[in-house]
């Protein structure tokens, strides 16, 4: 089992930049595709950003494309996160997951249920 944990939440002021990351420790971190979800207040967890075990396929949801990069270094075991161009609707507590699967379709890899190890969750705010 895959233990994650999250940092670089915070405060910032709308446009301003964060960089999440996660670290993961136990598993073979390296054979699973990895993602990004959000759960902003009052709101269902939605799929931000995921990619393949390998970094190949990279996905992201429409509302931050072009403003978040997601990348990850297998031989540290991390998942990064930079967000540009934050906005206040960006505020979300954001959690690092491990999928069950190596690879698959932008449809699979945005789904809850493709993915079984969770991080707790770091907060991002951000002030308009």
């Known amino acids: 089992q895959v233990h994650l944990v999250e940092s670089g939440g915070g405060l910032v002021p709308a446009g301003g930049s964060l960089i999440l990351s996660c670290a993961a420790t136990?598993?073979?971190?390296?054979?699973?595709?990895m993602a990004w979800f959000r759960q902003g207040p009052g709101l269902e967890r939605e799929f931000v950003a995921g990619l393949s075990n390998n970094g190949v396929n990279v996905y992201y949801a429409d509302s931050v494309k072009d403003r978040f990069t997601v990348s990850r270094d297998n031989a540290k075991n991390t998942l990064s996160l930079q967000m540009n161009s934050l906005k206040p609707e960006d505020t979300a507590v954001y959690y690092c997951?491990?999928?069950?699967?190596?690879?698959?379709?932008?449809?699979?890899?945005?789904?809850?249920?493709?993915?079984?190890?969770w991080g707790q969750g770091t907060q991002v705010t951000v002030s308009s």
């Open positions: 997951a491990i999928s069950i699967y190596g690879d698959g379709m932008r449809f699979i890899l945005q789904r809850l249920t493709s993915y079984d190890s």
């Open positions: 136990g598993g073979n971190f390296k054979d699973y595709a």
